[in-house]
């Protein structure tokens, strides 16, 4: 069966420090996969998708960047953190009919 | 803009009772429209899925609707229990890439 892990469920990070936030898929073959970040009260908001090794796009401006180095692996990286950057970040994977999502790391830039 | 639209934005509903929300989209064509329900803190969980040629889905209490003519859906929720107070998102899935729109959400509080 389909799995997709994500990891860490929390983090607390000073401003100005590195970020990485890494979400694996298990039980399927190149899938589509996202990053979503969700503000307090607020909708879903699609950062980056990916529909192949080495293949992101960006769907809004902004400090962070995310790379996918295999197949069922993808990364959400920023160089250095903002009070903005705080959310929920979600990451997920799609496949024709399926699509399943991690369970979200509540990132709190200090 | 935003692909999804979704209705009301929120809502309280005393629990057992009846409730109906809305999705429109603009997405053309599509692949499928879905509904998730999620819980505060957590990720969606997906309730129903339709493709263009489905008309209606239901799961348990939940009965999701569409009308790919006027690219309307609507997830009912029937005899609300307290446990269905979550937010419920629409997202629909282009048909050539598969990316993913969402809906905002709807937040749905409901109450003893």
């Known amino acids: 069966s389909q799995t997709i892990h994500q990891w860490p469920a929390t983090l607390v990070q000073p401003v100005g420090s590195p970020l990485s936030l890494e979400c694996t898929v298990e039980?399927?073959?190149?899938?589509?996969l996202y990053w979503y970040r969700q503000a307090a009260g607020r909708g879903l908001q699609l950062l980056f998708y990916?529909?192949?090794?080495?293949?992101i796009s960006s769907e809004v401006p902004q400090n962070l960047s995310a790379s996918r180095p295999q197949d069922r692996q993808f990364i959400l990286s920023s160089k250095k953190l903002l009070l903005s950057d705080s959310g929920f970040y979600l990451c997920?994977?799609?496949?024709?009919?399926?699509?399943?999502f991690g369970q979200g790391t509540r990132l709190t830039v200090v | 803009k935003n692909q999804v639209e979704q209705s009301p934005q929120s809502l309280i509903i005393l629990e057992g009772k009846n409730c109906t929300l809305q999705?429109?989209?603009?997405?053309?064509?599509?692949?499928?429209l879905r509904w998730y329900k999620q819980d505060t803190g957590r990720g969606p969980v997906s309730l129903t899925i339709?493709?263009?040629?489905?008309n209606t889905k239901s799961n348990g209490r939940y009965t999701a609707t569409l009308d790919a003519d006027t690219k309307q859906s609507s997830l009912h929720i029937t005899a609300s229990q307290l446990s269905d107070s979550a937010s419920y998102i629409c997202?629909?899935?282009?048909?050539?890439?598969?990316?993913?729109?969402f809906g905002a959400g709807t937040t749905v509080t409901v109450r003893a």
């Open positions: 039980g399927t073959s190149n899938p589509n």
């Open positions: 990916s529909v192949g090794i080495g293949q």
């Open positions: 999705c429109n989209y603009t997405v053309s064509p599509f692949s499928n």
């Open positions: 997202v629909v899935s282009h048909i050539n890439d598969y990316k993913l729109s």
């Open positions: 997920a994977w799609s496949l024709v009919t399926e699509a399943f």
């Open positions: 339709m493709t263009f040629s489905e």
